[in-house]
């Protein structure tokens, strides 16, 4: 595992208020969030799972991967789930120029938009890099900043399939933005913690919500 917290530090929080890390509630809900698909292998799979508790989740899509699997963003679409923008071909905003990075945002937007009537507002930077300009200009637009409040870990390969699900259990409280990702390289972690995810939590009355109305 990296040095990244699976909890994200409250100092992290009140340094950049501007970002939504998580949504505070006295009510029993929490965002399932999933990153990079769409994804042949793992995405269908995703939502047959997410539909066996009547879950919605908030899928962050890589435009160049909807270019490539329209018929399953807009399956992802079809069950009910939101989409927000995850850059077109995941970049690294600590390493990418403002303007090439709002470039990458924009094609994405207009990939999903090409599919998808009504506006996407919601963007989460790909490895969570993004700089203060980079986020002040895409703010300034219009879109809401999607962080996260725990990380599952299932892209670490180091990481044990109950780790995986540890994470997200010991660290979930109510509000929390849950990070998973229906790509391959996920897959075997996901596949195992997810079920069990929407089992624990469904036991004791969560709700799971997308992050629409934030």
Not at 54 to 65: L, P, Y
Not at 129 to 138: D, M, N, R, V
Not at 139 to 160: A, P, R
Request: aromatic share 12%; net charge neutral.
């Amino acid at each position: 595992m990296d040095f990244t917290p699976i909890k994200t530090p409250l100092v992290a929080k009140k340094m950049f208020p501007n970002y939504i890390w998580d949504v505070p509630s006295t009510e029993k809900v929490i965002y399932l969030t999933f990153d990079d698909g769409p994804t042949p292998e793992i995405t269908n799979w995703t939502l047959k799972t997410l539909k066996t508790h009547s879950a919605k989740a908030t899928f962050f899509c890589i435009g160049n991967n909807i270019e490539k699997h329209p018929d399953i963003f807009l399956n992802i679409l079809e069950e009910g789930h939101i989409i927000g923008n995850h850059t077109f071909n995941h970049v690294k905003g600590w390493k990418t120029k403002t303007e090439d990075y709002l470039a990458e945002v924009d094609n994405a937007q207009k990939i999903i938009e090409s599919h998808k009537s009504s506006t996407v507002n919601l963007f989460r930077p790909p490895y969570g890099q993004i700089t203060p300009k980079q986020g002040k200009k895409l703010i300034e637009v219009g879109y809401k900043i999607i962080m996260w409040d725990v990380l599952s870990f299932d892209w670490d390969k180091s990481v044990m399939p109950e780790t995986c699900l540890n994470n997200v259990i010991d660290k979930t409280v109510n509000g929390s933005i849950i990070v998973f990702h229906d790509s391959i390289k996920a897959s075997k972690n996901m596949q195992y913690a997810l079920p069990k995810v929407l089992d624990y939590f469904s036991e004791k009355g969560y709700r799971f919500k997308t992050l629409e109305e934030v």
